[in-house]
């Protein structure tokens, strides 16, 4: 129960009994001080004391007399009471005789113009209007528009957002804002002019809650929103949703309806895919509990040999979310060449008829969408891979997914190779690896004795760099100091008089 007069104040309520049941803060929650008072038997709360509901406050506490002509009431087991003077522990509470006498009083609200209103268990409401001797003072300070959640991708650039008149002094009278951060670390937030700024950190995800608070003499009114800043995708497919196809492993038949389509690595580059999101929407209001992606080569424009099943595994996703946020059990590493991909829900369609359809959009990337029904759910012996729109005799589609991981680029002038550890490299060896803070690289005791030298270079995990060492002895070996990056992957070329590619976790 906040006063409305001085935020700052608030009274606590405990309904338990055998404990001192109602306090006081006047600094904001610093400090609180017990005025149970004569509503205790016995002084720490023990003894037939009655259970305290909640408690209301019957006009301010601001002026020149402050708080002395302001009304507390408290709803209680034994009925309502009320105080007109706070005393510590030495508070006397009145009863409130007559028309609730003895009735357990659940609530109590009251209005600023002295409109009181308790809910009693058994004998429905009560209401009563009271002369208010130190009204409130009608508010001159305001917020003019809210601020909207959103969302942005990690590694965004700097976002501005106009506030001016976001808060009004009915009388004109000068407004000071303050800006308030629960995560800095992720979101700087400054005002500039008549704008707020976000600067994101890098390769960080999470969200912020970010506050304006607008000062105006004694009045104080706030606004804020939360941002949250989000993994950015290797791969997309999520334009707007044009149709919807079933991909379901109808566990009650049994038998498999699956969609599947394509998409492509770049020459050049090894994806580490560990998370795939697929977007959908389900009938009979299914639980999602159980789902599977499989990853098949590329064989002349159909899902060939397949490479990767990730098996039963639950989304990380509300599992009444239709779209299915599938982290893998392991990373999945792709070297570049072209793929399909299908998800599938493992779902019994009886007895509420439960379906997951995959969304799709219009066929803009690569080959469209294919379909088989193993199961011949659909009653055409369409048993094996064909392209969607000779199936359902529509446009041609893509399935809407996107893919999460880490893209390893070691670009066209390297020979693409596996990763490889620094054991590959005649004993060669780094520790610990995961780390939370140095990295120590030794290059063993061959490669120490020949005086040979390497370049080093270390990449995030969205391949952008963040170390370079250049003519680094062997003899010496390299300590990198990575406590002030975030956590993740990150990946090394060596390169000079030995070569390779390997792969670091900061924890």
């Known amino acids: 129960n906040v006063d409305p007069s001085n935020s700052d104040r608030v009274i606590i309520t405990f309904s338990n009994y055998g404990i001192p049941s109602v306090f006081i803060t006047e600094d904001a929650g610093e400090t609180w001080t017990n005025i149970s008072g004569n509503l205790e038997e016995n002084a720490d709360g023990s003894g037939n004391g009655?259970?305290?509901r909640s408690t209301a406050f019957l006009g301010g506490s601001h002026g020149t007399f402050g708080s002395r002509l302001q009304k507390i009431y408290a709803a209680t087991s034994t009925g309502l009471y009320y105080t007109n003077r706070l005393n510590g522990e030495r508070t006397v509470w009145v009863k409130e005789q007559f028309a609730i006498g003895n009735s357990v009083t659940d609530e109590v609200a009251t209005r600023k113009d002295g409109f009181i209103a308790v809910a009693a268990h058994g004998n429905g409401m009560f209401s009563a209007r009271f002369p208010i001797f130190s009204p409130l003072p009608e508010p001159t300070l305001s917020v003019a528009f809210g601020l909207d959640n959103f969302e942005v991708n990690e590694n965004s650039e700097d976002t501005k957002f106009d506030i001016d008149g976001l808060f009004v002094h009915s009388e004109g009278r000068p407004i000071e804002i303050e800006v308030v951060n629960d995560n800095p670390e992720l979101v700087s937030a400054t005002i500039e002019g008549d704008s707020l700024k976000l600067s994101y950190a890098r390769d960080l995800i999470g969200s912020a809650s970010i506050g304006l608070i607008a000062t105006s003499g004694e009045?104080?009114?706030?606004?804020?929103?939360?941002?949250?800043?989000?993994?950015?995708?290797?791969y997309v497919q999520d334009n707007a949703q044009t149709s919807i196809k079933l991909s379901q492993n109808l566990l009650d038949f049994p038998g498999l309806v699956q969609s599947a389509d394509d998409f492509t690595i770049?020459?050049?580059?090894?994806?580490?895919?560990?998370?795939?999101?697929?977007?959908?929407?389900?009938?009979g209001s299914p639980s999602f509990t159980s789902v599977t992606v499989k990853i098949f080569e590329d064989n002349a424009g159909l899902p060939g040999e397949e490479v990767y099943d990730?098996?039963?595994?639950?989304?990380?996703?509300?599992?009444?979310?239709?779209?299915?946020d599938i982290e893998f059990p392991e990373v999945l590493t792709l070297e570049s060449?072209?793929?399909?991909?299908?998800?599938?829900?493992?779902?019994a369609f009886r007895p509420n008829g439960t379906l997951w359809f995959w969304s799709s959009q219009e066929n803009v990337v690569g080959e469209e969408t294919r379909f088989r029904d193993t199961v011949n759910f659909f009653g055409l012996g369409v048993t094996d891979w064909i392209p969607n729109s000779q199936f359902f005799i529509e446009d041609p589609i893509d399935h809407k997914f996107q893919i999460f991981g880490d893209i390893i680029s070691l670009g066209?002038?390297?020979?693409n190779r596996e990763l490889v550890t620094l054991d590959a490299i005649k004993g060669a060896s780094v520790y610990p690896n995961p780390s939370r803070g140095q990295f120590v690289f030794n290059f063993g005791d061959d490669l120490s004795k020949s005086n040979g030298k390497v370049t080093v270079n270390i990449f995030n995990s969205t391949g952008n760099l963040v170390r370079t060492d250049a003519d680094v002895s062997m003899s010496n070996?390299?300590?990198?100091?990575?406590?002030?990056l975030p956590s993740g992957f990150y990946y090394v070329k060596i390169s000079g008089d030995v070569s390779g590619v390997f792969k670091l976790a900061k924890n």
């Open 219 to 234: 009045e104080q009114v706030s606004e804020g929103f939360t941002v949250e800043v989000l993994e950015t995708p290797i």
């Open 310 to 324: 990730s098996g039963v595994i639950a989304p990380v996703s509300n599992p009444g979310d239709a779209n299915l």
């Open 477 to 484: 070996g390299l300590v990198w100091d990575a406590s002030n």
């Open 266 to 283: 770049p020459a050049g580059n090894t994806w580490n895919i560990n998370r795939i999101l697929a977007f959908g929407i389900s009938l």
């Open 412 to 415: 066209s002038s390297v020979e």
């Open 337 to 347: 060449g072209s793929y399909w991909i299908s998800v599938y829900a493992n779902l």
């Open 50 to 52: 009655p259970s305290v």
